[in-house]
């Protein structure tokens, strides 16, 4: 990691993250990781690399086996003692966008969690509104979720997110199942939500479509943080074994390079 990282607010500060199931299944081992205030973070490794483990542990979905968590300078054990204050700065998009909906509409599920904050009527509306016109779904505001595009499912959790004040996300394999129009639409959302300054942490294991967008590239293999830096240089530096494809060998090399 750059030494320039300890000069920086940290999001988040893991240290010795371990996470055993029963069985004996060792999902996480040992893992060292700062998350950076305001930057977008790929954190890429092949499926069953640990990263989903990794988002549920980080979002106090999961509790480890041990190792120590602090976010934004408090162990985020006593952080989710006020789960309420925690939910309204770090959101979650998961992979399966659909699985989020609470709503019968559009609308009705951007106002989930707003409506738990104890919020005035008139501001969840303000808030439901902007987080739609943000993501572009306000004329759908009215139809049901399933009827949602791929693309636009994740628009909408990502809009629930944004309803909740939240100026950090994590989003999980965020290009899964998607068609070409989807995987746009959700480069547009990760794009805008970077120039606005938001902390971004994107685990997956499809580099060539958001390498461009990151500021900081981890590999996540075994459990194991097996590299951490400039994409460039992690690239550079990746082995066979990690499972992750380097996209700058693909024909489209000129579309994903991070200039």
């Known amino acids: 990691m750059d030494d320039s990282v300890s000069e ?95 709503g019968e509409t559009v609308a009705e599920d951007a106002a989930f969690g707003p409506s738990n904050l104890g919020l005035s009527k008139t501001e969840i509306e303000e808030r ?31 809009a629930g997110v944004l ?18 129009p989807g995987v746009v639409q959700v480069l547009e959302i990760i794009n805008n939500l970077k120039q606005e300054g938001t902390s971004l942490v994107i685990l997956t294991h499809e580099l060539e479509k958001v390498l461009a967008l990151a500021d900081r590239l981890v590999i996540l293999h075994r459990g194991r943080i097996q590299e951490d830096g400039k994409p460039e240089d992690v690239l550079n530096r990746l082995q066979p074994e990690y499972g992750v494809r380097d996209p700058r060998l693909s024909w489209n090399t000129q579309t994903f390079t991070n200039e």
């Not at 988040?12 to 996480?28: C, D, N, T």
């Not at 309803?163 to 070409?180: T, V």
């Open 128 to 158: 439901v509104t902007f987080a739609l016109e943000k993501m572009g779904l306000q004329e759908k505001r009215n139809l049901s979720p399933r009827r949602l595009s791929g693309g636009e499912k994740r628009r909408l959790a990502t």
């Open 8 to 102: 920086k607010n940290l999001l988040f500060e893991v240290r010795g993250l371990r996470k055993e199931f029963p069985g004996g299944l060792i999902v996480l081992d040992g893992v060292d990781l700062d998350i950076i205030e305001g930057e977008c973070l790929l954190v890429a490794g092949s499926n069953g690399s640990g990263k989903t483990v990794l988002m549920r542990i980080l979002a106090g979905l999961l509790e480890p086996s041990s190792g120590t968590i602090r976010f934004r300078s408090e162990t985020l054990e006593k952080v989710l003692k006020n789960n309420i204050v925690f939910r309204q700065q770090l959101g979650l998009v998961f992979q399966d966008a659909e699985a989020q909906f609470v």
């Open 163 to 180: 309803a909740m004040g939240c100026r950090a996300i994590i989003m999980d394999e965020p290009f899964a199942n998607l068609d070409y």
